[in-house]
């Protein structure tokens, strides 16, 4: 069965520094999403993605963040000088229709 | 904007025993889709249960069942012969049916802790 997939699984990275997180989504799918999850909190949606543009973003998603798909599988998020409150776990998700199949996300610590 | 609420932050059932897990939205759409994530420890985010709008018929799969409330916005998860790999955070999320690509709104999960 496909699925979507995410590099690193786990990324420590010092404040101020930048971070490229990765995604494989689904190769038929259309649709592209970053969620994340602080440690003991509910998922909160970051963007969405379609057609080479951002669809929705939330009020989490500032200038700070930025997505892209480079080359036609991969999704990336890039964080831009990360802040303590970056650490989460960031999840990549993408979909057809109704589902959201989601990867196994990357656990980001910023010290 | 849709909100999900889930009520029980935690709760607890013996291995074999019938648990329910509620769940309460906020929404003014008429037709959107309802789910419930499990996550274990390993932290993947892994689909129980859907269920559309305008489907009368409560959704099951195996031991899991929902108790879909539409006039009330009540979307409960029972889940009966409980296992102990059942213990995980479970999260209920929303989802709108109008717009290709929504979001998908989650609840503040329910810890289930499974007793031998």
């Known amino acids: 069965e496909p699925e979507v997939t995410q590099t690193p699984s786990h990324q420590v990275t010092q404040m101020g520094q930048e971070v490229i997180l990765r995604c494989v989504p689904i190769?038929?799918?259309?649709?592209f999403y970053w969620y994340r999850q602080i440690l003991g909190q509910k998922v909160e949606f970051l963007v969405s993605?379609?057609?080479?543009?951002?669809?929705?973003k939330s009020e989490i998603f500032d200038d700070q963040f930025s997505v892209e798909r480079p080359d036609g599988s991969n999704f990336t998020l890039k964080i831009r000088s990360t802040k303590l409150e970056d650490s989460a776990m960031y999840f990549c998700?993408?979909?057809?229709?109704?589902?959201?199949?989601f990867g196994p996300g990357t656990r980001l610590t910023v010290t | 904007a849709q909100t999900v609420t889930q009520s029980q932050p935690e709760m607890s059932v013996q291995e074999a025993e019938t648990v329910t897990l509620s769940c309460t939205y906020d929404t003014s759409e008429s037709d959107y889709y309802l789910f419930w994530y499990k996550q274990p420890p390993s932290r993947q985010m892994i689909l129980v249960i859907r269920?559309?709008?305008?489907?009368?018929q409560n959704a099951t799969e195996n031991r899991f069942s929902v108790n879909f409330q539409k006039a009330a916005k009540s979307f409960s998860l029972k889940i009966s012969d409980s296992q102990l790999g059942d213990a995980a955070m479970y999260f209920c999320a929303y989802r709108s049916f109008q717009t290709s690509g929504s979001r998908l709104t989650f609840g503040e999960g329910t810890q289930l802790t499974v007793n031998p």
């Open positions: 993605f379609y057609n080479n543009e951002i669809s929705e």
């Open positions: 190769s038929n799918h259309l649709y």
């Open positions: 269920q559309e709008a305008y489907k009368q």
């Open positions: 998700a993408s979909s057809l229709a109704a589902l959201l199949y």
